[in-house]
């Protein structure tokens, strides 16, 4: 038969474990912290972990793609009347008059935030999630290699549209409504991002033929 623990020695249990784990260095890189509770990692970068999905993760500011966003904004306004731009549009459209099934409360009430604010629109929105997209295929290093981390980055994203007031949002939230934006329009995003690429290519094709050596010859010049 299995052994019974009264309720005192289960308690006891616990808390030995946890201050063994208490002992030991935080998990994230470089950091000589020690642990909180039973988690990985310290305190800081357990923070980090709930809001960007990854204790070595940390916030992308909008600066950072700057250069990004007025690709992403160029190439949308050139080509705003294309079929995926509509249907992602529309669908960004649905999401803030909270017509798209959403099963979280949480990202319910923050979209409805969103679009209180008189300040989000839908191209803003898609502006900055194919901005932030590229910027990340081209920094790869940027963020751990953690497939969440894309996730609540794009969640963070569309969150700092508009301000909060200190109002924090929790991890699953943040995670819920990364996994509607990716699932919904990650696929016009790669497609925003291949084309921005492809174009950023032949621009730096054509520049660098400026370049290019001319066959030497003979001239006529008496």
């Known amino acids: 038969m299995p052994r019974k623990y009264t309720r005192t020695q289960l308690r006891q249990h616990r808390l030995t474990h ?8 935080c998990a994230a890189s470089g950091c000589t912290k020690r642990r909180r509770g039973m988690g990985s990692y310290c305190s800081t970068h357990a923070g980090h972990r709930d809001r960007y999905g990854h204790g070595d993760a940390s916030y ?33 459209r649905r999401l803030l008059s909270n017509a798209v099934r959403i099963d979280h409360d949480g990202v319910r009430r923050e979209i409805q935030r969103l679009e209180q604010s008189g300040k989000v629109t839908p191209k803003m929105i898609l502006v900055d999630l194919a901005a932030l997209w590229l910027y990340l295929h081209w920094q790869p290093r940027r963020l751990p290699d953690d497939p969440q981390c894309l996730t609540f980055a794009l969640a963070v ?36 991002v291949k084309a921005v690429e492809t174009e950023v290519n032949q621009l730096r094709e054509e520049r660098n033929a400026f370049h290019l050596p001319f066959p030497v010859g003979r001239l006529a010049v008496n």
């Open 157 to 192: 994203c569309v969150l700092r549209l508009a301000p909060s007031y200190g109002r924090h949002q929790g991890s699953v939230t943040r995670r819920e409504l990364g996994k509607c934006l990716q699932i919904s329009l990650g696929p016009f995003l790669l497609n925003v």
């Open 60 to 92: 992308i500011r909008p600066t950072e793609y700057t250069y990004e966003r007025k690709l992403v904004t160029e190439f949308l306004t050139r080509n705003v009347d294309h079929p995926a731009t509509q249907a992602a549009l529309s669908w960004t």
């Open 18 to 25: 946890t201050f063994q784990n208490e002992q030991r260095e």
